[in-house]
């Protein structure tokens, strides 16, 4: 069931037009990554939804609401560079942000309360937010974007000034969140939307080029390809694959044999022929794999 409807959408400033025509849905129940080269307009369509920017034309529409109809109360948002009052702590600035949605003083301790732990920051509750690491940041800035209980929540490059730990700390807090609400967030951290995504939106220069389930996208770009890993010295088989009917091209990245094909199943038994009568030392054979760097790559350059 759609949750947010987007159509026709264009921001222009001056002369120049950061977002072009976009329009899209937003599925509930769903996560969905915006992705896009620096420059393509993923903030500026957040803020628009956000209700921090008016569309220069176009219509923004939520379940239950008008077409342009004020639905912050329904948003929870974060910024690539949250502000935090940083003599607070973190109790007390989520105290604060709950009263900011209209929640009473004893609502917005109980619910702040509650959040510090589902974020996993409740024993640093007294503490100073100055104090605070830039994934514990984060995960308070979450916090006070879902305070309010919103359906959905949008995250601007959440976990692009991360360290590994505190990145892998908020990505897990958006597996867990994504069973409540629905989520857009933007990122240019490919292996993070492949992990945590259900669907895509592909953004350069301003205009959607694809959008989508991430599964359906996969194989609307997918290569006929075939992965090889071998122990021992890999150039010794770039030559003998080339000789194969079926095979096109070899490129050896990191290791890895990446194998063209013009049928993958075809190929997949001359392979698997060839490596059995010469006795390969193959450690892993993969068909058809399809990073969403591919993917993002195609659609880019096409």
Request: proline letters at 4%; aromatic letters at 6%; hydrophobic letters at 40%.
């Amino acid at each position: 069931m759609t949750l947010l409807a987007v159509k026709d959408l264009t921001k222009t400033y001056g002369s120049h037009t950061a977002v072009k025509h976009v329009s899209f849905e937003l599925t509930k129940g769903k996560c969905i990554a915006l992705l896009g080269p620096n420059g393509a307009g993923k903030t500026t369509i957040l803020r628009m939804l956000a209700g921090l920017l008016a569309p220069s034309t176009g219509s923004i529409t939520f379940s239950g609401y008008k077409p342009n109809q004020d639905i912050r109360k329904e948003i929870g948002y974060l910024p690539q560079y949250p502000a935090f009052h940083s003599w607070m702590t973190g109790r007390e600035f989520l105290i604060y942000s709950g009263q900011l949605h209209s929640l009473s003083k004893k609502e917005a301790l109980e619910k702040a309360d509650l959040l510090l732990k589902k974020t996993g920051i409740y024993e640093a509750r007294h503490k100073r937010i100055h104090t605070y690491s830039g994934g514990m940041k984060q995960r308070l800035g979450i916090a006070q974007a879902i305070i309010h209980q919103p359906k959905l929540l949008m995250l601007d490059e959440p976990v692009s000034s991360l360290d590994p730990i505190g990145r892998r700390d908020v990505l897990t807090l958006m597996e867990e969140l994504k069973e409540n609400m629905t989520i857009l967030f933007s990122t240019h951290i490919l292996s993070d939307a492949d992990e945590i995504s259900d669907e895509l939106l592909l953004l350069k220069q301003g205009h959607l080029l694809e959008s989508g389930p991430i599964n359906d996208l996969r194989k609307k770009y997918q290569t006929a390809m075939i992965e090889l890993q071998f122990t021992g010295d890999i150039a010794l088989y770039e030559q003998k694959l080339l000789e194969l009917p079926s095979v096109t091209n070899v490129i050896n990245k990191r290791d890895v044999l990446h194998i063209s094909v013009t049928d993958v199943e075809q190929a997949r038994d001359e392979v698997i022929q060839k490596a059995a009568l010469e006795l390969w030392p193959i450690t892993q054979l993969t068909m058809n794999h399809s990073t969403l760097e591919d993917l993002f790559m195609k659609v880019m350059t096409k």
